[in-house]
């Protein structure tokens, strides 16, 4: 049971340790692609082409992503991730993209029909 409780504790610590911090002031896709594109620029240029540079793919993927969901430089909060989450509620909450209440659905088989003999 000593033992059981140290894992569950330890489990419980490092979670708390290593979670993501939100500091609002922050919380930028702006501020947060200047941090990381000198830093991902200063590894393509250093590492041979031969090697894989850990998180770029990724990174570029997560960049490619925000970059037309966040508000633009135009916009007077600029960078904010609000946008992506106002449009994505307003999406849930449209009626005509709920379930019909109606139970009366009839399934097909749509496949080949095989039958063994």
Do not use: H
Request: hydrophobic share 40%; charged share 15%; glycine share 4%.
């Amino acid at each position: 049971m000593k033992r059981f409780l140290i894992i569950v504790f330890s489990a419980f610590l490092s979670y708390c340790a290593f979670g993501q911090i939100i500091d609002s002031t922050n919380n930028n896709y702006y501020f947060y692609c200047a941090q990381m594109d000198p830093y991902y620029d200063s590894l393509t240029t250093i590492t041979p082409d031969s090697i894989k540079i850990q998180g770029l793919i990724n990174y570029e993927r997560w960049k490619d992503f925000w970059r037309t969901r966040v508000y633009s430089a135009n916009d007077s909060i600029q960078g904010s991730f609000t946008k992506y989450a106002t449009i994505m509620n307003l999406y849930s909450e449209n009626p005509y993209l709920l379930p019909a209440d109606n139970d009366n659905y009839f399934w097909e088989f749509v496949g080949p029909d095989i039958t063994f003999a």
